[in-house]
């Protein structure tokens, strides 16, 4: 279909907003602002709408009382602009942001005439193609009236515990489409002239499978845009709106500002990344290709969806929550100084997109899904296609910025279900995987068990509160040694649990996840993640062991018992008294070669447990304590290689160069290799496939937590390395999937 | 006639005050003595006991009681100087600790700093990873021992630990506060092979579920714990040697005090105590006062604390920061922003606005008029450039001020900004007084509480200079600056009014409807346990108060809140009662509609709070002998921000100010310690305890 024919109005094609919005007249904007604020006062009023926008959230979290919201991050408060751009987003979870931003919009050019847009409305929405990332994180936007006209919006977002279709608390992953799930609500005006409409209310509470706990977290949501409503038009009382108005467009401006000189700072180009989700659905055994192209041109990024596999099954994301997960990574690689202020980015991004795509998703596919795969994959991408781009960068601090893929690409999605040890019916998931990882940076290691990026204060539940309020006893949960990328830096490891049905009889267990087959890219020699690692050993009793004398095993290799893989989608895995289920998630990639990495710095890992010993020799070519050893192995590994001994030494970096990555130097004649001088072709060219060494291995050789990926897909799945033809130094690898070409990943225009 | 000492030890000084049973006062001030902390501690007591005619001997022969506040533990941990430490936990769990359940890689940042993931890192581990040792047991959630405790692997570990040199081991096992028989098993094995071992079990310090924050609280008390002890043995030694002849009492984190020897063993609870001192001196004095509702700010060099009295009782919370590590354990509420006197000002690269910290001058270099060198301006510079302190003015502790080298760093931003260096001042002074004011509202209107119904006090060296502003941006009327002439040795006056205070709690979750047998069965246990304790350490059982606490909460939902109990047996009048003011007072904190009463309540822990009255006296107030208005002793130019002009304004000297004295804004009031700026509008009255009134107006 072509472009032209295309709506972009949220109806069947996702809502993209244009640059003009049309708003009907009867909807008046202010838009004066002071030309001028002085600079005392805006310091002042931007730490008010700081507070303010602190307050919105809180004051949804005090009275909602959520866990969801509280252990889980998952709400963020937002203040946007008149016309819904962005002025302050919440320190909380980061890829919400961008949803409100397109739910104020369409309210803007779609409820003016009717139902109308007047002081004291508020309206709610979850519609996916509209203003949500899906359909259980429920968004109140509130127009701030002065003097009768729309001055700027609150909005809130928080997830819901459950808001009806066919799976209990919204993730179906059997779902064909979007009717087996909760319903879409396009923005409804749920709060009229001051008060709640009773019907609405009603109407959406009926919704629920648990009605009241839904009607109480939709009054914590609008109480906390009203109190930000109050305070603001306080606010523009004491030091009048075009003052106030100045300060937001001051705050909008200073970002961009600080996005744009950052930006300066970079070369043209495009660069591109891609992965893998698996399985669309239970029992399915198919890899689905979900890829991101970034060009930098002048002061404009455009981002594209292109080449990304048809939307099938219930892997599906919208277009909303595609951007949301790119642009909480620009913010957090390119803002991270601007407080929040998102919209600098916002002004020079623009979307290239194929729509129908598993990422830009047609209604009616199914799309509740997206936040554990899709979107949270999106993530990953985008933090590799900004790192590639920074890391043209003439600003050495900007460069700092450049990093691998954090942990978990894929949040390991587990419901979990039965009688709890007081006899009760229960239903949960596990938290524990917000332990996560921070990424290599190009500086230093990932945090190990370091969080998410996208939620900068993300907690992982203690194992007493789990273990108190469900019928799992933990066997253990540790750091996994080895489960980061290997690298000049290494990726930050991750973690594992393991629990036993403990005073119940059988628990059962839900997956809605990806990353269990394929790991996370590594960037610039980097080696790839581990990948998610679940497991159910059946009949493994491992207190009757301990019980017996025998060891109380708390690693893998010490459960006894038929141990099965469990897969990324299932419905119902049956953990029974004496069973045991682990799930370890993976950890974040690597960034530069391992042979690169100090041996000093690999043997601390080694004493601290953080690697084994055997993967030290295997990726890092260390020999724990023998610096000859190590030498001679290193020497060893360069020669397998490239099949011989390389031509050219490793020699210092010249510090004149202009680095790209670790690996490599640019100039106007093209790509080099930093560490040996070898050229390696053009800027525009395809130097994996045209210049460089590669060898194509095993998947399993990229991490040693990785299984043989035909335990999970039919898809013939390999490994491959490219080498400096010079000097054997690992520039990059690839996961390849169905016999992939190298990807020309890094196309540089100087 | 009998006295009441309180020490506070701070960096840079060593405040005493001495209260006589009659009510009068005597304080004292020396140099801290960071090489031996006891010599100024007894230094401080001696000047004051000069003070009221006395030798230390003669002053400590007739003392009731030595209290002290003391930051030892906290240097400790903030200077990672401490013991070196093993950690011995459940098998398969050994990890907690440095998991940190992930979020000590951005705990306690600053909002400014929180975004900046690539800068995110967890503290360096108290306890190596080498040092930390798993033994198989196993207890659930219930207490049920699911797998015994291995004593050979107990012995192995300790083994191990004494090979590597360790010093001091933490114990603390999942669910050891349930059922603590495999962490006392384990405290015994270990005295049995080093009986000099220091050892702490978690159960001891912490009974509360959350296996890292425990295990936190654990590992830090054993990591300050030998340094500590020693400290205060070798403390109370010297003091018993200079003829006092009971324990010194230490401050806690809880707002009590607490026995030398008790200390000793619990080091971790007089972390973060320094503020809490503060908080205590201001609840002595508001009583005295007549204010039940308080907003107590303590600025000083590096941040501005903000505590809360409502209704007379400080606020409480359950768990603290430190260096990134969240630990559990009762504290008085304190809550913490970088705004202090050293807090940089700076123009914004992007935005070319002025901003205020986070940065800090800190101590050293510190603001550029303490002439060591800094030449960025800082706040308090800001103040010297408005004119609140005299050309000729000290800072405390005798610090001459270099006026020039402040104006000197305020042009270095004025001028980029192509700014006055006076409207820069002016501008920072502003900012600074709208962030504090936003943090006193956060912390009232989040528990649902007026901010208009409270008087903040304001003490702390560079308090008296924002108060007014802070004040009127809160949009509150009144404040207070407690003490004038003895706001410097307030903390110790705090320490010196400090009850003994000892809280026993028992976790456990338990639904409703509550049993009203079960619950008094566990109270009266509770209560049994502080009981004993105080007696033991002297208290006359007259002057034992017992309180009872539950900690609820809706089930699916994650709001606590604490709800006294009466004492004695329960009925079920007494549960249903107690359910009821739950609800009420979920509503009142978290607002109208906001209880869920559907999804049933839950108690998670039954606490004891058992306080042994020390019958301070109080001060004596004066008789009102002003009543006019005070002759100023000078005069000199103030830049006030709100006018927008430099103003002559009068000059008071404070220790020259009597009961009932009245005066008008613009004026300044100058304390040997500290300066409190009386806006113009502005009214200010001396009350009977040498309070300073201030009335905000006209802003």
């Known amino acids: 279909m072509s472009d032209a024919q295309i709506e972009w109005d949220g109806i069947h094609y996702p809502y993209v907003a244009p640059k003009q ?89 779609n409820r003016g005439d009717n139902p109308g847009i007047e002081e004291g409305d508020i309206f709610l929405a979850n519609d996916p193609w509209m203003a949500s990332t899906h359909q259980p994180d429920v968004a109140v936007m509130a127009p701030v009236f002065v003097d009768g006209q729309v001055f700027c919006w609150v909005a809130n977002t928080l997830h819901q515990w459950d808001l009806g279709g066919t799976a209990p608390g919204g993730f179906n992953p059997a779902a064909e489409d979007v009717f087996w799930e909760a319903p879409c609500i396009p923005p409804l005006k749920v709060v009229e002239g001051g008060v709640i409409r009773k019907d609405v209310e009603d109407l959406y509470a009926r919704f629920s499978r648990m009605p009241k706990l839904v009607a109480l977290d939709l009054r914590a949501l609008i109480v906390g845009c009203r109190v930000a409503v109050e305070r603001i038009q306080d606010i523009v009382e004491r030091y009048s709106a075009t003052t106030v108005k100045a300060c937001m467009r001051k705050l909008q401006d200073d970002s961009e500002a600080a996005f744009v000189r950052r930006l300066d700072t970079v070369a043209d180009g495009t660069w591109s990344a891609e992965n893998w989700i698996e399985s669309k659905q239970p029992g399915d055994r198919g890899l689905y290709r979900n890829r991101l192209e970034l060009t930098k041109k002048g002061d404009r990024l455009t981002l594209s969806n292109r080449g990304s596999h048809p939307q099938i099954g219930a892997i599906n994301c919208t277009f909303v929550a595609w951007a949301g997960a790119i642009m909480c990574m620009l913010t957090s690689q390119m803002l991270f100084d601007q407080m929040f202020v998102t919209e600098g980015a916002r002004r020079h991004v623009d979307f290239d997109l194929e729509p129908g795509l598993i990422n830009s998703a047609t209604r009616p596919a199914s799309v509740s899904g997206a936040p554990p795969g899709v979107l949270q994959m999106t993530t990953g991408l985008a933090e590799l296609v900004i790192s590639k781009m920074l890391a043209t960068s003439t600003d050495p601090e900007l460069r700092t910025e ?63 509160d789990t273990e108190l309020f469900y019928p799992v006893l933990y066997l253990w949960r540790r750091e996994l040694p080895d489960s980061g990328g290997a690298g000049r830096y290494r990726g930050g490891n991750s973690a594992e649990w393991a629990v036993t049905p403990h005073k119940t009889d059988s628990v059962r267990m839900l ?96 004493a601290a447990g953080r690697v084994s010993e055997p993967w030290a020799r295997r990726a890092y070519g260390v020999v724990v304590g023998d610096a000859e050893a190590t030498e001679t192995l290193r020497a060893e ?108 990943d890094s196309r540089i225009r100087l | 006639m009998g006295y009441f000492v309180g020490v506070d030890i701070g960096g840079t000084f060593t405040d005493c005050v001495v209260l006589g049973e009659d009510g009068s006062l005597a304080q004292s001030k020396v140099s801290t003595t960071p090489k031996d902390l006891v010599e100024g501690f007894v230094g401080a007591i001696e000047v004051a006991a000069g003070e009221l005619g006395l030798s230390l001997e003669e002053l400590l022969t007739q003392s009731h009681q030595v209290l002290h506040g003391t930051t030892v533990a906290t240097n400790l941990i903030v200077q990672l100087n401490g013991s070196r430490t093993g950690l011995i936990t459940t098998r398969g769990h050994g990890d907690a600790l440095l998991i940190m359940r992930s979020a000590g890689r951005s705990m306690g940042l600053p909002i400014e700093k929180m975004l900046h993931v690539s800068r995110h890192k967890k503290p360096q581990p108290l306890v190596p990873p080498d040092l930390i040792q798993e033994v198989t047991e196993r207890v659930d959630f219930a207490g049920d021992e699911l797998v015994p405790l291995a004593e050979n692997e107990v012995r192995e570990a300790v083994a191990k630990l004494k090979d590597r040199g360790v010093e001091s081991v933490a114990v603390s096992y999942l669910w050891g506060f349930v059922n603590p028989g495999h962490e006392r098993r384990t405290a015994e094995i270990i005295k049995e092979i080093d009986p000099d071992l220091y050892v702490t079990c978690a159960h001891e310090l ?165 002439g060591r060198g800094g030449t960025r301006p800082t706040i308090t510079d800001a103040n010297v450039v408005l004119g609140m302190y005299g050309a000729e003015g000290k800072l405390s502790g005798g610090l001459r001020l270099d006026t020039e080298a402040s104006w000197e760093a305020m042009r270095t931003v004025a001028e980029p900004m192509g700014m006055d260096p006076v409207e820069v001042a002016a501008g920072a002074k502003r900012i600074v007084d709208s962030q504090m004011a936003e943090l006193m509202r956060q912390l009232t209107i989040e528990r649902g509480l007026d901010p208009r119904e409270f008087v903040p006090y304001s003490f702390g060296g560079a308090a008296g200079l924002h108060v007014s502003g802070f004040t009127a941006a809160l949009g509150v009327e009144r404040a207070v600056v407690p003490l004038g002439n003895l706001a410097s040795g307030f903390s110790a006056l705090g320490v010196a009014d400090s009850d003994l205070l000892h809280i026993q709690s028992h976790a456990q979750l338990i639904s409703s409807p509550f049993d009203p047998a079960e619950l008094t069965a566990v109270f009266e246990r509770l209560e049994s346990e502080v009981q004993a304790q105080l007696e033991s350490e002297g208290v006359d059982p007259e002057d034992i108060e017992l309180s009872r606490f539950a900690e609820m909460k809706f089930s699916l939902q994650i709001h606590q809140l604490v709800i006294p109990v009466p004492g004695g047996t329960l009925s079920a009048a007494d549960t249903a009662d107690l359910e009821s003011a739950f609800i009420q007072r979920y509503e009142d904190t978290y607002g109208k509609g906001s209880a869920f009463a559907d999804a049933g309540l839950q108690i998670g822990a039954l606490e004891v709070h058992g306080r042994g009255r020390t019958s301070s006296p109080d001060l004596r107030s004066s008789e009102r002998t002003g009543g006019g208005a005070p002759e100023p002793v000078g005069s000199r130019e103030v830049y006030w921000p709100e006018l927008a002009e430099r103003r002559e304004s009068a000059v008071l000297a404070g220790p020259g100010l009597t009961p009932g004295d009245r005066f008008e804004g613009p004026a300044i009031v100058e304390y040997p310690s500290t300066s409190v700026a009386i806006h113009p509008g502005d009214s200010a009255e001396v009350d009977g305890l040498g309070n300073l009134l201030i009335e905000v107006g006209g802003k």
């Open chain 1, 21 to 109: 919005l049309d708003i009907d007249p009867s909807v008046r904007l202010h838009r004066e602002a002071d030309d001028e604020i002085d600079p005392v006062t805006h310091e002042i009023l931007r730490y008010m709408l700081w507070s303010v926008n602190l307050e919105q959230g809180n004051t949804m979290l005090k009275i909602s009382g959520s866990p969801i919201g509280a252990y889980g991050h998952d709400f963020n408060p937002a203040i946007l602009d008149e016309y819904g751009d962005s002025v302050l987003m919440g320190p909380f979870l980061q890829f919400l942001s961008g949803a409100v931003n397109s739910g104020v919009k369409w309210t803007l050019e």
């Open chain 1, 402 to 464: 450049v990093q691998s893929v954090m942990g978990a690409m894929s949040y390991p999605q587990t419901s979990f279900a039965g009688k709890d040890q007081r006899g009760n019916d229960f239903t949960g998931f596990f938290l524990d995987p917000l332990g996560a990882a921070l990424p290599a940076f190009s500086w230093r290691d990932g945090e190990d068990t370091g969080g998410y990026s996208w939620d900068l204060q993300s907690t992982m539940p203690n194992v007493e």
């Open chain 1, 511 to 606: 997956n809605v996840t990806s990353q269990i087959c394929l790991p996370a890219p590594g960037i610039f020699g980097g080696m790839p993640s581990s990948t998610h690692r679940y497991q159910l050993v059946k009949g493994a009793d491992p207190l009757g062991r301990a019980g017996r004398g025998e060891v109380m095993p708390t690693s893998i290799d010490e459960v006894e018992g038929e141990h099965r893989w469990l897969f990324a989608k299932s419905f119902d895995d049956r953990v029974e008294d004496g069973d045991v289920w682990i799930c370890g998630w993976s950890g974040a990639s690597g960034y530069g070669d391992p042979l690169l990495r100090e041996p000093a710095e690999v043997e601390t890992d080694v």
């Open chain 1, 637 to 744: 590994i360069r020669a397998a290689r490239i099949g011989g001994e390389p031509a050219r030494k490793v020699a210092a970096p010249d510090p004149e160069g202009r680095s790209y990555g670790e690996g490599m130097v640019i100039s106007d004649s093209g790509f080099s290799c930093r560490h040996c001088g070898e050229e390696l072709g053009g800027l525009d060219a395809n130097w994996k496939a045209e210049i460089a060494k590669s060898r194509e291995l095993e998947l399993t050789a990229a991490n040693p937590i990785i299984r043989e990926p035909d335990i999970y897909t039919d898809e013939q799945v390999a490994y491959r390395e490219y080498y400096c033809p010079g000097c054997a130094t690992m520039l990059d690898n690839e996961v390849v999937v169905a016999g992939s070409a190298p990807e020309a």
């Open chain 2, 206 to 370: 912490s009974p509360r579920p959350g296996e890292y924050e425990r295990a936190a609280a654990t590992a830090i008390n054993a990591y300050v714990g030998p340094d500590s002890a020693q400290y205060f043995n070798r403390l109370d030694e010297t003091l018993q040697a200079k003829g006092y002849r009971n324990q010194v009492l230490i401050m806690q984190a809880s707002g009590g005090v607490s026995p030398a020897a008790d200390a000793a063993e619990k080091p971790v609870y007089t972390i973060g105590s320094g503020p809490v001192a503060g908080l205590a001196g201001t609840s002595f004095v508001s009583r005295q006062a007549g204010h039940p509702n308080v907003i107590a700010a303590d600025m000083g060099g590096t941040s501005f604390d903000v505590g809360i009295i409502h209704e007379g009782e400080p606020m409480r919370e359950s768990s603290q920061v430190i260096n990134q590590y969240t630990i559990s354990m009762p504290r008085l509420l304190i809550e913490s922003i970088g705004s202090g006197g050293g807090s940089i000002i700076h123009v914004d690269e992007f935005s070319k606005t002025l901003r205020v910290g986070p940065e800090s001058a800190q101590a050293d270099p510190g603001p550029a008029c303490y």
